[in-house]
């Protein structure tokens, strides 16, 4: 059995495994050209269109598109989902919630099956 053993609030009592562990992790910084500072099941990251549009595209694809995203960004930034796909995500960087931005420093997890 893998997974660690702990006090989780899945139904299971294991953590570590199904939908208590995080399927894609990003953090990317974008100051100028778009670098991948850590990650996992991402295979890249794209400037989808510019004004503050990504996309990140995933190794292994989720079962469904019923996956949550989290994801947070620089000096008071917002993440917005724009497109939620099996194979990847869609979202869009704002700067108080009004204007398109691309931000230094953005983090993104993904949990789901």
């Known amino acids: 059995m893998s997974g660690i053993i702990g ?15 995080p399927k894609v992790w990003f953090a990317g910084s974008s100051s100028g050209s ?7 099941n991402v295979s890249s990251w794209v400037d989808n269109g ?3 549009l990504h996309r990140l595209n995933f190794i292994k694809s989720f079962q469904a598109v019923a996956y949550t995203f989290a994801g947070a ?3 008071r930034g917002v993440l917005t989902i724009n497109e939620r796909l099996v194979g990847s995500v869609d979202f869009r960087s704002f700067y108080d919630g ?3 931005n691309s931000y ?8 789901g099956e």
Do not use: A, H, L
Request: net charge negative.
């Open 7 to 21: 006090t989780s609030k899945s139904t299971s009592g294991v953590i570590g495994r199904s939908k208590d562990t």
């Open 34 to 40: 778009y670098t991948e500072e850590d990650s996992y």
């Open 50 to 52: 510019g004004n503050g």
């Open 73 to 75: 960004c620089q000096n």
């Open 98 to 100: 009004n204007t398109d």
């Open 104 to 111: 230094p420093q953005i983090s993104v997890v993904c949990f």
